[in-house]
């Protein structure tokens, strides 16, 4: 079993819901150790730590045992770690950002200073295997939040691509015709 580290965040419908209802809700679901977040409006965070083979089945069905549990039209709204920050990197190794910025090994960012997850867990564990001096970093506690990586980077992108229900976490048929058009690509565009 692979310890997975990751977080959750769910829309919640418009309507006047008690936050603690909410966190409840989470906890009825059976994730009596989640750390949920209610502090912004309309969004429910819930941070978990799970052990499982296949991260994105994991989140899958975290997700889907905690939305039968929300009001109704809750939805999936995002899965993470996915795109990360130098800083978050560094925080979960226990070192400074500056650290990872000398390091060659470090991948390019993908969007406006965020590095995909996935790419970030490769380095490190590159950097750990094949350096010569041991680095200082605390992969060891850093190693469920980057496992965790993969599945919530996939889970995102089959959302976006309407692959995957983000109201009951359902995987839906991925012909063409069932992708929105907004996220088809046409010949010629």
């Known amino acids: ?17 008690d936050e603690l209802d909410l966190s409840n809700a989470v906890f009825e679901a059976g994730f009596e150790d989640a750390v949920v977040g209610t502090g912004l409006p309309g969004l429910l ?16 069905s975290t997700a889907r045992d905690i939305l039968k549990q929300l009001p109704k039209g809750s939805t999936l709204r995002e899965v993470r770690p996915d ?12 070192v400074k950002r500056q650290a990872l910025q000398k390091r060659r090994e470090m991948p390019m960012p993908a969007i406006s200073g965020y590095y995909r997850v996935t790419e970030i867990a490769e380095a490190i564990f590159t ?3 094949t350096s010569l001096r041991q680095p200082r970093f605390n992969v ?17 992108a089959r959302i976006a691509l309407g692959e995957v229900d983000p109201e009951n976490m359902e995987y839906r048929a991925t012909d063409k015709k069932d992708i929105p058009p907004a996220y088809q690509i046409h010949a010629g565009a």
Do not use: C, R
């Open 83 to 94: 795109l990360v920050s130098l800083s978050d990197v560094a925080k979960k190794l226990d």
């Open 1 to 17: 079993m692979t310890k997975l580290e990751f977080d959750i965040i769910f829309a919640i419908p418009d309507g006047d819901y």
């Open 45 to 60: 965070a819930v941070a978990l730590e799970m052990e499982g083979e296949d991260a994105e089945s994991v989140i899958v």
């Open 127 to 129: 950097i750990t295997a």
């Open 140 to 156: 060891h506690i850093a190693t469920p939040w980057l496992n965790a990586g993969i599945g919530a980077q996939t889970l995102n």
